[in-house]
């Protein structure tokens, strides 16, 4: 089992820049698929970024392409989401997940495919 900790949300302004971290606890954090998803109030949880075990592949969902990165730091046991050229729309509670099922990682869009979940943080993009 694997617990998530999600930090760096904040308020920022439209055009901004934030990057997310998701420190895990355990010693088997490179076995872990990981994914990022946002819920806005009043919105379904929705997918933003998927990231395999040792950081080599990176899917995302098509608002973010080009705008937001996922990586991960396995000595560290960390995953991180750099967010730029933020919109007020990316306003949301971002989570990170975890999961050790293997599957297509470019299908793995879905909140049940994965097992383990942050608390979230908040970001906020003003205009």
């Known amino acids: 089992q694997v617990q998530l900790v999600e930090s760096g949300g904040g308020l920022v302004q439209v055009g901004g820049s934030l990057r997310l971290s998701c420190a895990a606890s355990?010693?088997?954090?490179?076995?872990?698929?990981m994914g990022w998803f946002r819920q806005a109030p009043g919105q379904e949880r929705e997918f933003v970024a998927s990231i395999s075990r040792y950081g080599g592949n990176t899917h995302y969902a098509d608002f973010v392409k080009g705008r937001f990165t996922a990586s991960r730091d396995n000595a560290k046991n960390t995953v991180y989401l750099q967010m730029n050229s933020l919109k007020p729309e990316d306003t949301a509670v971002y989570y990170c997940?975890?999961?050790?099922?293997?599957?297509?990682?470019?299908?793995?869009?879905?909140?049940?495919?994965?097992?383990?979940w942050g608390q979230g943080t908040q970001v906020t993009v003003s205009s």
């Open positions: 355990g010693r088997t954090f490179s076995s872990y698929y």
């Open positions: 997940a975890a999961t050790m099922r293997y599957s297509d990682l470019a299908q793995m869009r879905h909140g049940y495919d994965f097992d383990y």
